[in-house]
């Protein structure tokens, strides 16, 4: 009898007007996004260093003394939110790599490797290519196909 009533709400509210609202406004943010990734790009392609010189500045303002005592005195873990852009937009312009043996999700990024690990909630690391020491097990999603495919 419960069930028939949490059917009968949910089958009530996605056919509500609140519900084609909502599905509306999360679409027209998606479309802003996706038009702010594309400038974006045509930024980092007009200006090579753009890009790297950008990660670079974000790194140092998120490893700064004074930006981690602002969050961690309080209480607060100290908030990424220009990783978690930058990560949105490698998962559509940068490059996919997968580790043998690993479950995180990796985008290469100009110089750099994104690596987002969920568990308890979620954690990013940026890590410059050159330091990151697992080229040797590093593969993109099309080296992972041809290996399936030559077996």
Known sequence: MK?????EFFANYFNSDD??????????KLKI?????KKFNQKTK???????????KIIKKYNSI??????FNNGFEPPEKLFWELYQYAEIYGKRFFIINDNCFRYSLGDYVFTVIHGQGSHILVEKISDFNL???????EDLLNFKNER
């Not at 080229?135 to 999603?141: A, I, K, P, V």
């Open 135 to 141: 080229e040797e097990r590093l593969f993109t999603y």
């Open 33 to 37: 996004r996706l038009r702010q990734f």
């Open 3 to 7: 069930l028939d009533k949490e059917n």
């Open 46 to 56: 007009s200006d090579p260093n753009f890009l790297n010189d950008f990660i670079r």
């Open 19 to 28: 519900y084609k609202k909502f599905v509306k406004n999360e679409a027209n």
């Open 66 to 71: 004074a930006y981690r005592d602002k969050f």
